[in-house]
Every structure is written in C-alpha cells, then in structure tokens.
C-alpha cells in the first residue's frame, strides 16, 4: 500500500501525538478572536510601558547612588527587580485571562 504523502517530520509527529493527547483529556482549542488579539496587545504594550518605567527608575536610582556601599546597590537592584517580576507575572495572569474569554 504505497503511501504518497511526503513522511512526517519528528516534530509533526510530536504535535499529533499531543493533539491526540489533548482530545483524549477533554480539552478543547478555540482560535483567538480579533477583540482578544486586540486586548492582550493592549496588556502587552500597557505592562511594557510600565516595566520601562521601572528600568529609568533603577538607572536613576543606581545613578544616585554611585560610590555607595555595594550591599545597598543591592538592595535597591533586587526591589526594581522584584518590581519587574511581580509587573511581568501580573501581565501574564491578564492575558491568560483575555485567551480564556474572561474580561
């Protein structure tokens, strides 16, 4: 029984088989709509302006402090830090949530 499709790569192979993984589970895949493309794009540039924001503010801060004591260039890179992650991980809950339907 010749086969004339061209043979799978390993990754489409992959892909079925988590396709069929997926079915098997219940879940379900729907397209994203043109208003949730809008949204997370709008979430995306939103959080992106903000943890810009969040960078000036660090090189000033660290501008400022120029010459002081390493341990409190520390201190004040891990709070921008923090500040970025809990920024970034906010976004993503956001968008998780517009690709779920939810507004």
């Given at each position: 029984?010749?086969?004339?499709?061209?043979?799978?790569?390993?990754?489409?192979i992959?892909?079925?088989?988590?396709?069929?993984?997926?079915?098997?589970?219940?879940?379900s895949?729907?397209p994203?709509?043109?208003?949730?493309?809008a949204?997370?794009?709008?979430?995306?540039?939103?959080?992106?302006?903000?943890?810009?924001?969040?960078?000036?503010?660090?090189?000033s801060?660290?501008?400022?402090?120029?010459?002081?004591d390493?341990?409190?260039l520390d201190?004040?890179?891990?709070?921008?830090?923090?500040?970025?992650?809990?920024?970034?991980?906010?976004?993503d809950?956001?968008?998780?949530?517009?690709r779920?339907g939810?507004?």
């Amino acid at each position: 029984m010749p086969n004339d499709a061209a043979p799978k790569s390993a990754v489409e192979i992959a892909m079925e088989r988590l396709r069929k993984q997926d079915a098997d589970a219940g879940v379900s895949t729907r397209p994203i709509t043109d208003e949730q493309r809008a949204a997370i794009a709008e979430v995306r540039s939103l959080y992106g302006s903000k943890i810009a924001e969040q960078d000036i503010l660090q090189q000033s801060a660290m501008n400022r402090l120029l010459g002081a004591d390493p341990a409190e260039l520390d201190v004040v890179a891990g709070q921008f830090r923090h500040e970025r992650e809990r920024l970034a991980s906010e976004r993503d809950a956001r968008i998780d949530k517009l690709r779920r339907g939810a507004n």
